[in-house]
């Protein structure tokens, strides 16, 4: 098995924090479903597949806010290869500073620092809010008369009971987290 990469990340610049405006996504608590069939087993698994990827979501935020230091030209991300200084890859952001310099060991310097670079807090935070978006879309739809449907409010029910695979999908890139269930493999 190769060594895993390492990258000597050295900000120019203290943190300060991101001044980024989110959708902080639906409430904490109960959803609509626990409160009508508290205990049951469909309850639970809905509820756990909702609450993990609330919170992997608010991890993937609060990081890529916490890799900026003064403001949003800070989160935007691009790798620059110092051909005539020393041949080294580094990434700088928006307002042309220094995020880091890419010393990977198992790889080729140029390829990561523009992985890095494509995966950069401004890219995070779009993500993390079109993630928050679908799980808002994917919700248990009802009836007029608040009875609830054991359907997708944007699937309509099709050959799947709810959570639809689209939540179970959305899980998927966490499978390796230790909170991460077999059960919500779609």
């Keep these: 098995m190769p060594e895993p990469l390492q990258l000597d990340c050295q900000p120019r610049l203290p943190h300060w924090g991101c001044q980024w405006l989110l959708y902080p996504g639906p409430p904490a608590g109960p959803t609509r479903d626990s409160t009508r069939r508290a205990g049951t087993e469909q309850e639970t698994y809905v509820n756990d597949l909702v609450q993990f990827l609330r919170e992997q979501y608010d991890e993937e935020a609060d990081a890529a806010r916490q890799a900026c230091w003064d403001d949003d030209a ?18 700088i952001d928006g307002m042309d500073e220094g995020v880091t310099e890419v010393r990977p060991q198992a790889a080729d310097d140029g390829p990561v620092a523009r992985h890095i670079a494509r995966h950069d807090p401004a890219r995070v935070l779009r993500e993390v809010e079109a993630k928050r978006r679908i799980l808002r879309e994917h919700r248990q739809d009802s009836l007029p008369d608040g009875i609830d449907l054991e359907e997708c409010y944007t699937c309509g029910g099709v050959n799947e009971r709810w959570p639809c695979p689209t939540l179970r999908l959305l899980a998927l890139p966490y499978a390796d987290h230790p909170n991460y269930r077999q059960k919500w493999k779609p």
């Design 74 to 91: 800070s989160g935007r991300w691009t790798a620059h290869h110092r051909e005539e200084y020393d041949g080294r890859w580094v990434i």
